[in-house]
């Protein structure tokens, strides 16, 4: 079995477990940007912090684990770490507009997302990552059941 050398440009979201920080899970100087990008109509759960938080760093274990079982050693992705909660930091982002205006179209809320986040990221860059990967969590839709959900470049809005 050939092993997969990740392109060049990739090589800042291979880690391995060496980097496990006091709260349990790998941070690095480049890590995953963790947006929850808030629509003005539909309110964030109160626990959404810890909730996400606890998904992540399962998930970032799980990757972890599964790499190693196919060969390529305890690489995972990093997460920012919240040294005040000791948890994942998530980059919290209230829109500009109600969730009917970011429906599940990729073609209609991706840009409009992207967007609104790069204005922020413009005037906060010291909350991201270096990395240009990006995962974007907006709150359970209240209107339909039409959550977007698709990659769009390096960016995930699932």
């Known amino acids: 079995m050939q092993k997969y050398e990740a392109p060049a440009s990739d090589k800042s979201v291979e880690t391995t ?6 709260a349990g899970f790998v941070t690095n100087p480049v890590n995953l940007n963790v947006v929850y990008f808030i629509p003005t109509d539909n309110p964030a759960p109160s626990d959404y912090k810890t909730r996400v938080s606890e998904y992540l760093i399962y998930f970032q274990n799980w990757v972890k684990s599964e790499m190693n079982r196919n060969g390529f050693g305890e690489k995972t992705f990093g997460l920012p770490l919240d040294s005040a909660t000791n948890k994942v930091r998530l980059i919290t982002i209230y829109a500009q507009e109600g969730q009917a205006s970011y429906p599940y179209s990729a073609s209609v809320s991706a840009a409009k997302i992207i967007n609104e986040i790069n204005v922020y990221k413009a005037s906060h860059p010291s ?9 974007i969590l907006l709150p ?5 059941f039409d959550q977007p959900y698709y990659g769009w470049g390096k960016i995930a809005l699932p």
């Not at 359970?140 to 339909?144: C, N």
């Open 140 to 144: 359970k839709r209240t209107d339909v």
């Open 127 to 135: 909350e991201f990552s270096s990395n240009n990967h990006t995962l």
């Open 17 to 22: 477990a060496r980097a496990v920080n006091t």
